[in-house]
């Protein structure tokens, strides 16, 4: 395909360049070029994409067999990009997020759950839920069925920017007694971001619009099985000390809240890792072994180092207090 993607140098927007570099797509780049260099064999165009003159003069009359945008701010942004393209592209695809259901979520609820509030010409990116779901409106009032929402789950594997498997291999790799978020059994759903971008690159090849909960299939793994199989990819020595909820809560410790396992509000929330996903399995959604998107994370966290957290996520602190550790360790 000739494909645009709108950013591309960080988490989903870097494994959909990759990947679409890796399958033989024409790619093309559009982002402001302060981050990251453009990806060997893709050709990047350069502009802020808050400027909507500043797009159309670098997009040019040129055009794509599709799309795929990754903005997760102001939604007039994803507007202005989707009206531009809107006949100059045969799909547009944008990463959303499970964000955009009501809170709280239903159980096993698919794409019909109750949505947040949204506008398509907002400048306001401080509500990330209303955001996203903005930007899904204005991808659809552009190109209708030729859009595909992908809402995704809790996104991991190389390149995250979010700070939850970066963390955790950093804080395995001390080594020692380790409070884990427990029970160990608790289940977690999630998405490689690697899968995601393939997924969506097949879906704009095949035509394929609509709305879609993105994210493994619910139960397929644990906590326990996530920070096990970290352990054993790594080979760090490291012991997993599993502290209930209800100390963790006691103390004032936030670990767990990383992976959406409890809340403040609500130490034991549903809907969070049990997303009915059977409309992207049904479209050909396939996920990679937990092993394989560990192994890779920490290839990438040894080849390039840790990476610069995104302006929204939360501070490595915000998860470790080594004081509150220290007394759960004892207690434990």
Known sequence: MKLLVLGGTHHVGRAVVETALERGDEVTTLNRGLSRGPAPGARALIADRTDPKAVRAALGRQEWDAVIDTWAWAP??????????????????????RGVYRWPWPPAADESAPLVDGEAASEDAADYAAA????ELAALEAFGERALLARAGMILGPYEDVGRIP??????????PVV???????????IDAMDLAVWMLRS???????????????????????????LEVTGFDARLLWAPPDLLREEGFALGMEFGLRYPHDPAPTGIHDADVGAALA?????RPLRETLAATWAWLQAEGDPQPRPDAPSPDTWLDPA???RVLEQL
């Open 76 to 97: 007039r942004v994803v507007r202005d990009s989707a009206r531009l393209l809107a006949d100059r592209a045969g799909h547009y695809g944008y990463v959303s997020s």
């Open 132 to 135: 996203k779901r903005g930007g």
């Open 167 to 176: 963390w955790w291999l950093r804080r395995l790799e001390k080594g020692g």
């Open 180 to 190: 884990a978020p427990g029970p160990a059994d608790a289940p977690l759903q999630f």
């Open 204 to 230: 704009a090849e095949n035509g394929v619009g609509g709305t879609f909960n993105v994210a493994g299939p619910p139960g397929a793994v644990t906590i326990g099985e996530l920070l096990q199989t970290a």
């Open 283 to 287: 479209v050909g959604l396939t996920c």
């Open 324 to 326: 509150a550790e220290r």
